[in-house]
């Protein structure tokens, strides 16, 4: 039928854009070289008014140039405890957060027989810290002593001054008992001179983020992949609607007068990501005045230089210039948070935060269901999961809600196998009718509408169990992709289902990956079994069969055994459906 292959045609052309799109969307770039001191001292990436000069190299306050990195900690950090959740450890002589330690998440899996366990998940970076005070030559600039004023196991407080020593800065990190992963900055100016002072615009650290694995290990595309977002103020007091994301190319290629433009954008929050973790930051008290972007080169682990790749780096500014009177303060408050990328700590936020998870995703749209459908899978699969031991849980979690999604779209798969059976059936009298009609197209459309529809047979009934398991699919896909759940996650031999099952033994020029394996073979097979009304349908069927188990092959191994148990279970529902067929006819 000609009606039934451009349908087919035209559905299969939607399934490739949208693989293609994902396909070869941005990778992270290759470590960019470290700018020389001369380009360090004369690139200012970030334009803004009283951006001059870098801070002197002996001042523990990093520069203003988004590139350069903060010179190292003179003193010890000091360690704020969140209890069997993160450690922080602060500069005290005003670095802010060098680092984030997450009790809860290891940087790469525990391997049998072990003896020493992997070191656990650290986000950040002394080069490049989290919810540090970024001072100004032109007006902020502070000494390099601080005095810490108080600390307990989860606040510290520090106080310096300029170095005209007419202003003081008082700053103070906390744990936020209420939430988990989240953390207080206060920073709090005073005037301590007998006559005003102009303030420039306050400036916060944003971070930047390393991949989250082992020294010994090089991080894959998937683990090196980040980026950076924020959330654009639109008035409102709740939720931000809009939300502008970068990756590392998008980011570096920001003109001086986008940069301009998004230091002048009022913004609710800021974040920077890796594939599983984040540092976010939010003002408490009003929205952030803007933000300052970046690509920074990469941050050097000790002893893997070449292994990291360059990474986001954003900048928040807190305030614009403002004049401080005599004897007078002004206090800045800062939410933050680091940690996971969890789904659901991030939506219970309701500050539009959870949108750099990108899980209503859908072709090139965003609709809000498909995020309601994404969350709902997710919830599913974290239940089913819970039932089984840890080793195997989230492997039959997958494999029982593969089967539920089969279960529920079966009696719409049942009748499209009937209808393709019985199209199949009557290709004798369509090409008897092809043949008669050949010169009257209107009429041989008329007959075989007539044909179809005294023998039930639908020109749609191949196409539309595809058509409804689209959005499934794109919700599976937008899980398995961002769910720091399946992180180090095993089954059977995939020792990550986060990651391509590649087996240990196989050459990294050419990784062995049984699930896609098997996937082509049970898909193959499927299109073999499965009753075809056009012999170049099904020619057109087996080269889509080579296509997915190529594409396939850098998945995601949750979704190869999703793609997998599902066209098996496709086989095995043809068979039951043919024997069912088969007793229906009169002996």
């Not at 400036?203 to 010994?216: D, F, H, I, Q, T």
């Not at 008329?446 to 398991?469: D, W």
């Not at 196989?506 to 699930?515: A, C, D, N, V």
């Amino acid at each position: 039928m000609k009606y039934d292959k451009v349908t087919i045609i035209g559905v299969t052309v939607c399934l490739l854009v949208f693989f293609l799109a994902v396909y070869f969307q941005p990778r992270p770039t290759r470590p960019m070289p470290q700018p020389d001191a001369a380009a360090q001292q004369g690139d200012v990436t970030t334009p803004a008014p009283e951006a001059t000069t870098p801070a002197a190299p002996v001042m523990a306050p990093a520069p203003l140039d988004l590139r350069t990195p903060w010179p190292a900690p003179s003193q010890p950090p000091v360690a704020l405890v969140r209890p069997d959740e993160a450690v922080a450890m602060v500069a005290p002589d005003g670095g802010g957060m060098t680092e984030v330690i997450l009790d809860q998440y290891l940087q790469d899996k525990p391997e049998r027989g072990q003896q020493t366990p992997p070191e656990k998940v650290v986000l950040g970076h002394h080069d490049y810290p989290f919810l540090a005070l970024v001072p100004d030559p032109a007006g902020l600039a502070l000494d390099s002593d601080a005095t810490v004023t108080s600390q307990t196991e989860t606040e510290l407080t520090i106080t310096r001054q300029t170095l005209d020593n007419r202003l003081q800065v008082t700053e103070t990190w906390a744990a936020f008992p209420a939430e988990t992963y989240e953390w207080r900055y206060t920073v709090t100016v005073s005037n301590l001179g007998d006559s005003a002072q102009l303030l420039p615009g306050i400036r916060l650290e944003a971070g930047a983020l390393p991949p989250s694995v082992s020294p010994n290990r090089k991080a894959s595309r998937g683990e090196a992949a980040g980026g950076a977002a924020i959330g654009l103020f639109n008035g409102s007091k709740t939720r931000s609607t809009k939300t502008r994301s970068f990756n590392l190319k998008s980011i570096s290629k920001l003109s001086l007068e986008k940069q301009h433009e998004l230091a002048m954008q009022p913004t609710r929050w800021t974040a920077v990501h890796s594939k599983y973790f984040l540092f976010a930051l939010w003002s408490l008290d009003q929205p952030l005045v803007g933000v300052d972007a970046s690509a920074v080169p990469s941050i050097h682990q000790e002893g893997v230089p070449t292994q990291e790749y360059g990474r986001c780096r954003l900048r928040a500014v807190l305030s614009a210039p403002v004049t401080l009177p005599p004897g007078e303060s002004k206090t800045w408050t800062v939410g933050a948070y680091a940690g996971p990328k969890n789904y659901h700590r991030l939506n219970g936020m309701k500050n539009g935060l959870d949108t750099i998870m990108d899980m209503n995703r859908f072709f090139f749209w965003r609709p809000a269901w498909m995020g309601f459908l994404s969350r709902v899978l997710l919830d599913g699969m974290v239940w089913i999961s819970s039932l089984f031991p840890a080793s195997t849980g989230w492997g039959m979690g997958i494999i029982c809600l593969t089967l539920l999604v089969k279960l529920l779209f079966w009696p719409l798969s049942h009748k499209s196998t009937v209808s393709m059976r019985r199209m199949q059936a009557l290709q004798p009298q369509l090409k008897e009718m092809r043949e008669k009609y050949k010169d009257d197209p209107t009429k041989l459309y008329r007959k075989q509408q007539e044909l179809f529809k005294e023998h039930k047979v639908s020109q749609f009934g191949g196409c539309l169990p595809m058509l409804f398991q689209i959005p499934v699919f794109f919700a599976l896909f937008n899980t398995f992709r961002n769910a720091v759940e399946l992180r180090h996650a095993g089954f059977l031999w995939a020792v990550d289902l986060s990651m391509p099952d590649t087996l240990a033994f196989s050459p990294s020029f050419l990784p062995i990956r049984p699930l896609a394996l098997l996937m082509g073979a049970a898909m193959f097979w499927q299109q073999k079994i499965t009753p075809s009304a056009d012999p170049q349908q099904a020619k057109m069927m087996n080269m889509m069969t080579i296509f997915f188990m190529v594409l396939f092959y850098g998945m995601p191994s949750a979704l190869t055994l999703y793609m997998t148990v599902n066209y098996i279970l496709g086989i095995l529902q043809t068979i039951i459906t043919r024997k069912l067929e088969t007793r229906k006819q009169p002996a």
